[in-house]
């Protein structure tokens, strides 16, 4: 089987659509899939990790600057790199939809496109929609094709390995995380309310990608802030998370392995599209949503990692409802799964 995967990821769009189709692209190829990717040149692209992976990538060209991609220009150029046709095309992008997708279909046999927006129309005969809402069986029908299936809620979560194996260990660490990129600088505001708190005694773990812009700002940070230790592009976050207490971060994929993982969370909305999710978790008790990355300060987050600390049954209670919103032995497997019977009903 043959599969290609259009995706891309930047400075301004972030890291987590190029993070979760390589968990599923690996998932793929261990069940005998060869997959290329197509990707757009960015400022913060991450190319590098699509290579260092073993996969082929096939670049479109850098958008001029203030450029507004277009559907059928960015599925013309697709064609243009393609000599074979796919089994299986994956897009996971919230700017292409329809358009890309009919047009992608004379290369492609199967589409499974991986949404949560539920706001344009889709081609495709697979959606995935990992995201938690109160309407998520309803939100999509007037996008969808009649026969498409729908995989909808954390049980599809596109989780790495590393996040389905059990590991007991004593959770004493705060864990910061705002996303690959954290354009707001979120980061370096935690940590200067950690310094603010004075709190001698507690482990922090910081991650932060590769291509955060404020690199070398949260490193002199972290290097000042005793008990602190400095991750850069870990791929070993579950482990982080298993060992830590509470989780200050963004919301987005992260919502999922910080559920399996049953660690509670403070959460920052750093894009629109993660809002109404978070605002459910949060009310079924699974985080605390703080607001949105504009509204944060340094003193907010002293005051709120401070109340949450403090509150060790309150953090029990939210770990317990949030490791129940996660199947243990279902995402990905599972979307491989329905993937390899689509394609098998194809071939009847």
Not at 165 to 189: A, C, P, V, Y
Not at 227 to 244: E, F, G, I, S, T
Not at 269 to 295: H, M, R
């Amino acid at each position: 089987m043959r599969g290609l995967i259009r995706v891309d990821a930047s400075l301004r769009l972030g890291s987590g659509h190029l993070m979760r189709c390589l968990t599923l692209a690996k998932a793929l190829r261990q069940q005998g899939f060869q997959l290329d990717f197509i990707c757009r040149d960015a400022p913060g692209d991450l190319h590098a990790l699509v290579l260092n992976e073993g996969f082929t990538l096939l670049r479109l060209p850098l958008l001029p600057e203030q450029t507004k991609m277009d559907e059928q220009s960015d599925a013309a150029q697709s064609l243009a790199l393609l000599d074979q046709h796919y089994d299986l095309l994956i897009v996971d992008h919230y700017q292409l939809a329809a358009a890309y997708c009919s047009l992608l279909r004379q290369r492609c046999r199967v589409i499974l496109q991986i949404d949560d927006l539920a706001n344009r129309q889709l081609d495709c005969d697979l959606l995935l929609d990992q995201n938690l809402l109160p309407d998520s069986a309803s939100r999509y029908l007037p996008y969808l094709p009649r026969h498409c299936q729908t995989m909808l809620g954390p049980a599809f979560a596109l989780l790495r390995d590393e996040f389905y194996l059990s590991s007991e260990t004593k959770r004493e660490h705060l864990l910061i995380g705002f996303g690959g990129s954290d354009e707001q600088n979120l980061t370096s505001m935690a940590i200067l309310a950690l310094t603010r708190l004075k709190l001698s005694d507690l482990a922090a773990d910081i991650v932060i990608g590769a291509n955060n812009p404020w690199r070398a700002e949260v490193t002199q940070l972290v290097s000042s802030l005793p008990n602190a230790q400095l991750h850069v592009q870990c791929d070993y976050m579950a482990k982080l998370m298993r060992r830590a207490r509470l989780m200050l971060g963004s919301g987005g994929s992260s919502h999922w392995e910080r559920c399996i993982c049953h660690l509670p969370g403070l959460i920052v909305t750093v894009a629109e599209n993660q809002q109404a999710t978070t605002a459910y978790l949060d009310q079924l008790g699974a985080c605390i949503w703080l607001g949105q990355a504009a509204d944060m300060t340094v003193e907010g987050f002293a005051e709120q990692l401070n109340d949450s600390l403090s509150q060790p049954d309150r953090l029990t209670k939210m770990a317990q409802i949030a490791g129940s919103l996660v199947p243990a032995n279902a995402g990905t497997p599972a979307v491989v799964q329905k993937i390899i019977t689509r394609l098998r009903g194809k071939d009847v």
